[in-house]
């Protein structure tokens, strides 16, 4: 059973723009949600993570907005750079953060 | 700090071989996780081993999958016999242990096994 949907399969943004990659999630007891990103021939790498404590949590060009109500959270990346061209997995787990359930992925390119 | 190494990189077989996957974690990481991550798929866990306790194998096929982790380092993931499903990416991936949110897993580049 899917527990985290992730949403689009795939992304084309211009340079510049912003990206947007949603989340969302059936089990209330998750609490920790990060977003991993991971290149052709590499594994995932932890980009970012939020706890449901707050709704928005940045860094740098990556900000995670958080609803806790709706079961939902989403990774907006700022001035998209053709580098951030990669696959970005959104995940959840509970109690601690070894239990990850993620989502299926999105590919994101970035056209200069 | 090097990161998690895994080996081999690619693994070519013929279905009912057995293939086995090697994995050492970060210096100083007592958790110790193998995914399997399918094609257009997040990763999925696989066996999760607290120093060399395998804590969590619920999604471990056991009936043709097992792992071990000797004196808490290095790692070995076998299959035997491989069948056409089993071909995917196979990630280790490690972490401190510490227990709670600041617990992050690094993740090594994986193996990418084909089944023929």
């Known amino acids: 059973q899917q527990q985290v949907k992730q949403s689009p399969q795939s992304l084309i943004v211009q340079k510049g723009g912003i990206s947007i990659i949603n989340c969302a999630y059936e089990?209330?007891?998750?609490?920790?949600f990060p977003w991993y990103q991971q290149f052709p021939g590499k594994g995932p790498a932890l980009l970012i993570a939020?706890?449901?404590?707050?709704s928005e949590k940045k860094e740098g060009r990556f900000t995670i907005s958080f609803n806790k109500s709706a079961k939902q959270f989403s990774l907006h990346i700022m001035d998209s750079q053709p580098g951030d061209s990669a696959t970005y997995f959104c995940?959840?787990?509970?109690?601690?953060?070894?239990?990850?359930?993620f989502g299926s992925g999105t590919q994101l390119t970035v056209l200069p | 700090e090097a990161g998690v190494v895994q080996s081999p990189r690619y693994k070519i077989i013929e279905k009912k071989q057995p293939v086995a996957f090697w994995c050492n974690p970060i210096?100083?990481?007592?958790?110790l996780y193998w995914y399997r991550q399918n094609l257009g798929q997040g990763p999925e866990l696989l066996i999760r081993?607290?120093?060399?306790?395998?804590?969590?194998d619920s999604q471990l096929p056991k009936d043709r999958f097992s792992a071990e982790r000797l004196k808490g380092v290095d790692s070995t993931l076998k299959i035997q016999p491989a069948e056409l499903g089993d071909s995917a990416v196979y990630l280790c991936?490690?972490?401190?242990?510490?227990?709670?949110?600041?617990?992050?897993?690094?993740f090594g580049p994986g193996t990418r096994l084909t089944v023929l």
């Open positions: 991936a490690s972490s401190l242990g510490a227990g709670g949110h600041t617990d992050t897993q690094y």
């Open positions: 089990n209330t007891a998750f609490d920790y």
């Open positions: 939020i706890r449901p404590d707050v």
């Open positions: 995940a959840a787990s509970t109690g601690s953060a070894r239990q990850l359930t």
């Open positions: 210096s100083g990481h007592n958790t």
């Open positions: 081993y607290e120093n060399e306790e395998a804590v969590d």
